[in-house]
């Protein structure tokens, strides 16, 4: 039988996939409406497009990878937002850096700008479940702690 964080991180890895697509369609359309090909305009363009592939993580995480069926609230989504803020750092520090000549220029511009935001990608995923999981989404500890529960204690849930 599968683990249950083994059935998360699957999960987890199914609705990345949908908010990569989400993703990059809004990446890629924002650069060629706007004609943006510089290293700074692309992590402009993309963190337009994290806030589009966000929202629809947050949904999607909430309900399906970690099952949580609590009534939606702002401070779940504010502290998912901010959980995800961590990922989008390293998605743009990566992208930039890629970006920034490291693939040959055999390439198209938009192979080579998508190839950055899949290296990107993958380093941020890492982030993203750990901090999902030991943050937004685990276990409520105690009833009388209220929606949060007391961090440390969440984490050592999470981990387990």
């Given at each position: 039988?599968?683990?249950?964080?083994?059935?998360?991180?699957?999960?987890?890895?199914?609705?990345?996939?949908?908010?990569?697509?989400?993703?990059?369609?809004?990446?890629?359309?924002?650069?060629?409406?706007?004609?943006?090909?510089?290293?700074?305009?692309?992590?402009?363009?993309?963190?337009?497009?994290?806030?589009?592939?966000?929202?629809?993580?947050?949904?999607?995480?909430?309900?399906?990878?970690?099952?949580?069926?609590?009534?939606?609230?702002?401070?779940?989504?504010?502290?998912?937002?901010?959980?995800?803020?961590?990922g989008l750092g390293i998605n743009c520090l990566v992208?930039?850096?890629?970006?920034?000549?490291?693939?040959?220029?055999?390439?198209?511009?938009?192979?080579?700008?998508?190839?950055?935001?899949?290296?990107?990608?993958?380093?941020?995923?890492?982030?993203?479940?750990?901090?999902?999981?030991?943050?937004?989404?685990?276990?409520?500890?105690?009833?009388?702690?209220?929606?949060?529960?007391?961090?440390?204690e969440r984490v050592k849930s999470a981990l387990r």
């Amino acid at each position: 039988m599968i683990s249950d964080t083994r059935r998360k991180l699957l999960r987890f890895g199914m609705v990345g996939i949908a908010n990569t697509l989400v993703d990059y369609a809004i990446l890629n359309l924002l650069v060629l409406a706007l004609g943006i090909f510089s290293p700074v305009g692309l992590v402009l363009c993309n963190i337009a497009a994290f806030f589009g592939a966000n929202l629809n993580s947050y949904v999607l995480n909430k309900r399906w990878t970690f099952e949580d069926r609590s009534h939606w609230s702002k401070k779940e989504y504010l502290l998912f937002l901010f959980c995800s803020l961590g990922g989008l750092g390293i998605n743009c520090l990566v992208l930039y850096f890629l970006s920034s000549g490291v693939f040959p220029e055999a390439f198209s511009f938009f192979v080579h700008l998508n190839l950055a935001k899949l290296s990107a990608s993958v380093a941020s995923m890492v982030w993203n479940f750990y901090a999902y999981k030991v943050f937004v989404f685990s276990p409520r500890i105690g009833a009388d702690e209220g929606a949060s529960g007391h961090c440390g204690e969440r984490v050592k849930s999470a981990l387990r």
